[in-house]
Nanobody, 120 residues
Framework: VQLVESGGGLVQPGGSLRLSCAAS????????MSWYRQFPGRERELVAG????????DYADSVKGRFTISRDNAKKTVYLQMNSLKPEDTAVYYC??????????????WGQGTPVSVSS
């Protein structure tokens, strides 16, 4: 199982970045996919999530209206378009895959993280 994030980097306030997470080794289209972020010394927090077929999304209040999560099940990739970036968005961003099987077994996978820095 692999989740490989890309697209992070340094951007000025007000700028945009698009994160990508390429998945392999599991049935991508069955999993809810999410982006989390982690600030130094803090727990990871949910940024955005999207259901397996892409029919429903959810966002943290702090990013609503600025970030958009999407997925391409044919490419086994989930994206996070981040617009109007603020210095407080600076964090390491992680891709997450989550599935609860019919027998209640939970399968959860994480990427290695990609850093995003918003600074002038």
């Amino acid at each position: 199982v692999q989740l490989v994030e890309s697209g992070g980097g340094l951007v000025q306030p007000g700028g945009s970045l698009r994160l990508s997470c390429a998945a392999s080794g599991f049935t991508f289209s069955s999993y809810t996919m999410s982006w989390y972020r982690q600030f130094p010394g803090r727990e990871r927090e949910l940024v955005a999530g999207i259901t397996s077929a892409g029919g429903s999304t959810d966002y943290a209040d702090s990013v609503k209206g600025r970030f958009t999560i999407s997925r391409d099940n044919a490419k086994k990739t989930v994206y996070l378009q981040m617009n109007s970036l603020k210095p407080e968005d600076t964090a390491v961003y992680y891709c997450n895959a989550d599935l609860i099987e019919v027998d209640a077994t939970r399968r959860r996978y994480w990427g290695q993280g990609t850093p995003v820095s918003v600074s002038s």
